[in-house]
């Protein structure tokens, strides 16, 4: 039976549900001393008519999976999967999710499957074919963790049969799922010493004669957290653990939480801390398939109406490229397209001079442009300034606000405001000229951008 990321849409299990599920109902208590209290939500905000599933939690951003509906996928390609993030607006709120483009996302199937500080790890299928597993890694950005760069295939993971889960578990060694053992799926250890003639082992203490998938390794408690339809659990899918020590797996067990483990499937148990968890059901009272929930236990005081809560994932300082994008998507700069422009400079005639004049560039490729322009100071029509520009279009417009931050942390070019630093420029259909500048000192300690017009000032981000 499949359980590969891209037909979680159609993987049920064969077991039918034994019992109707029953409300979970929290005791009466008569006492004045703290107690623990959890709650279960439907984070609404992310989940969609279809299936949403394996939640990551970086900062204030959820990375995840869905298979909802796209128009632009045309009629042969409107529910395949594809990786989302979105952006925390408060504790109940999620901003509209968004992709992030063939970055990472492919034609047909693409799911976010695993995660570490250092990679990103997709799924890919395409059809009928059997998936296999890609890395990206991840570029250092706080503030838009979900940056990275292109994937490429994990050879020495994938191969003929399907790969569709994985998880990180030392930094020389990690564990994946695949189904190459007679199309039973099952969870594998690969270190650093596996090769063609020590390939990957199956972990027997973890698997069972069913199927196994959607690994999560918990570094704070060292535990493995995983689902499986095996004899012995609720419903069809439920989530198991397994505690990782001196390195062995103890005796899976099924996960005692009446929150969690349900009679339908439940599946992508990922826990951050003793406070906070997120996973997908397709229980009762979903929006449609699969359904992303969060699980909170927060400390109650009775007779008090404030909650003291446990420590959370830390949250991430706000940042101001999320107010510019939508400022440029008003403004009918999205899809985006800009070039990084350098400098304009009237006696400086070629590249090879602007290099000879500003050193520390050589490393960029740059091209010029020569315009001619008019100059009412010396009346004279003939006068031509000369641009250079990063030889390079960007439609990725956080790419092109690195450049425009790594040409101006070189600090060899002149840094008059909105003059002679580097910006982004752009057209729009109606060919107006737009510029995305910053001043140094406001950049630096509060992100600031300032729009520009046919050269003059529009906007500016606001939040301080």
Excluded at 293 to 306: F, G, L
Aim: aromatic share 14%.
């Amino acid at each position: 039976m499949p359980l590969s990321a891209r037909k979680r849409s159609s993987t049920k299990s064969k077991r039918t549900p034994r019992v109707k599920e029953k409300e979970v109902v929290r005791p009466i208590r008569d006492t004045d001393k703290p107690y623990k209290d959890t709650i279960l939500t439907n984070v609404e905000t992310l989940n969609s008519t279809e299936d949403d599933y394996a939640p990551f939690l970086v900062y204030k951003y959820m990375l995840f999976t869905s298979n909802r509906y796209l128009v632009a996928e045309g009629n042969t390609l409107e529910y395949t999967e594809k990786a989302y993030f979105s952006k925390r607006k408060n504790k109940r709120r999620w901003n509209v999710p968004q992709q992030n483009g063939y970055t990472w996302n492919s034609d047909n199937n693409t799911a976010l499957i695993g995660m570490d500080e250092k990679r990103l790890f997709f799924y890919r299928a395409y059809y009928d074919d059997n998936g296999e597993i890609f890395v990206a890694e991840r570029i250092k950005d706080r503030r838009n963790p979900w940056r990275a760069k292109r994937l490429k295939k994990v050879k020495w993971i994938n191969s003929d049969y399907d790969e569709c889960s994985i998880t990180p578990l030392s930094k020389d060694s990690l564990l994946f799922v695949s189904n190459r053992n007679d199309g039973n799926y099952d969870i594998y250890l690969r270190t650093n010493r596996t090769s063609a003639y020590y390939p990957a082992q199956p972990v027997k203490e973890l698997n069972s004669e069913a199927n196994e998938c959607d690994l999560f390794y918990c570094n704070y408690n060292k535990t493995l957290y995983f689902a499986s339809d095996r004899a012995g659990g609720v419903g069809g899918f439920d989530i198991y653990e397994s505690k990782y020590s001196d390195g062995k797996f103890s005796t899976p067990t099924l996960y005692k939480d009446t929150f969690i483990n349900s009679v339908y499937d439940d599946r992508d148990y990922h826990r951050y801390n003793d406070s906070l968890a997120y996973f997908a059901s397709d229980r009762a009272g979903t929006m449609g398939g699969l359904d992303i929930y969060e699980i909170v236990v927060k400390t109650v005081i009775p007779n008090k109406k404030e909650e003291i809560e446990e420590p959370e994932v830390p949250d991430e300082v706000e940042d101001q490229r999320d107010e510019l994008i939508e400022k440029l998507k008003e403004l009918g700069l999205f899809p985006f397209r800009g070039e990084v422009q350098i400098g304009a400079y009237r006696y400086i005639k070629s590249v090879d001079a602007f290099y000879k004049r500003f050193p520390c560039i050589k490393g960029e490729d740059i091209k010029m442009s020569k315009i001619k322009v008019f100059d009412k100071v010396i009346e004279k029509d003939s006068l031509y300034v000369h641009k250079f520009i990063i030889n390079k279009v960007y439609t990725d417009v956080y790419e092109a606000l690195d450049k425009q931050f790594a040409i101006e942390a070189m600090k060899c070019l002149p840094d008059k405001e909105f003059s002679d630093m580097p910006f982004i420029g752009m057209l729009d259909k109606k060919g107006n000229r737009y510029a995305i500048f910053w001043k140094q000192d406001e950049f630096a300690s509060k992100n600031v951008f300032y729009l520009m017009k046919n050269g003059k000032q529009i906007w500016k981000s606001r939040k301080f």
